[in-house]
T-cell receptor, first 116, second 112 residues
Framework: NAGVMQNPRHLVRRRGQEARLRCSPMKGHSHVYWYRQLPEEGLKFMVYLQKENIIDESGMPKERFSAEFPKEGPSILRIQQVVRGDSAAYFC??????????????FGAGTRLSVL | EDQVTQSPEALRLQEGESSSLNCSYTVSGLRGLFWYRQDPGKGPEFLFTLYSAGEEKEKERLKATLTKKESFLHITAPKPEDSATYLCAVQATADSWGKLQFGAGTQVVVTP
């Protein structure tokens, strides 16, 4: 019973490059969430997606960041023209959302992004 | 503005020394409160969810309680394997179903 799978686990990029982070939700889960954890800070919500739909992107920076969850394949968090301030751990979570009471988010191990 | 505050920031316990972690929140309406455990280099692991004041949940040495303004995570007779950062998160009625607001966490170290 595979959990939420994120890859790569570690990603190093130089300033100005693009970073693509992938997330495969747990089997049977159709809702995906992305969070960012900056050093010495708590987890911050970024975006909530269902298949082919962005439900809530209130936590996404206005520029350079985008997310998608296509009909087939993993969810992708894309950061264009990375800057040093983007260095953080990015976590993906998924949930089945079959009932309100069961909307528990299960997290992956995260992708650690380092921008040189 | 919604806030989730956890205290203390860090807690050092002797094995068997029971203690409590606090999570206070200010949101216009609470849909649910969640406790997670996070080990270094790993993602948060779900522990409990609480929905209404007076509710309690228990799992092994952990017990979570909820009032109208705060939640407590009680650790009874902890063992070294209980060492972790414990995260509290709230889901507010004003937010989408997907948005959790996390506190900064309490880092717990249990020594033998």
């Amino acid at each position: 019973n595979a959990g939420v799978m994120q890859n790569p686990r570690h990603l190093v990029r130089r300033r100005g490059q693009e970073a693509r982070l992938r997330c495969s939700p747990m089997k049977g889960h159709s809702h995906v969430y992305w969070y960012r954890q900056l050093p010495e800070e708590g987890l911050k919500f970024m975006v909530y997606l269902q298949k082919e739909n962005i439900i809530d992107e209130s936590g996404m920076p206005k520029e350079r960041f985008s997310a998608e969850f296509p009909k087939e394949g993993p969810s992708i968090l894309r950061i264009q023209q990375v800057v040093r301030g983007d260095s953080a751990a990015y976590f993906c979570a998924s949930s089945p959302f079959d009932t309100i009471a069961k909307n528990i988010q299960y997290f992956g191990a995260g992708t650690r992004l380092s921008v040189l | 503005e919604d806030q989730v505050t956890q205290s203390p920031e860090a807690l050092r316990l002797q094995e068997g020394e029971s203690s409590s972690l606090n999570c206070s929140y200010t949101v216009s309406g609470l849909r649910g409160l969640f406790w997670y455990r996070q080990d270094p280099g790993k993602g948060p692991e779900f522990l409990f969810t609480l929905y209404s004041a007076g509710e309690e949940k228990e799992k092994e040495r952990l017990k979570a309680t909820l009032t109208k303004k705060e939640s407590f995570l009680h650790i009874t007779a902890p063992k070294p394997e209980d060492s972790a950062t414990y995260l509290c998160a709230v889901q507010a009625t004003a937010d989408s179903w997907g948005k959790l607001q996390f506190g900064a966490g309490t880092q717990v170290v249990v020594t033998p």
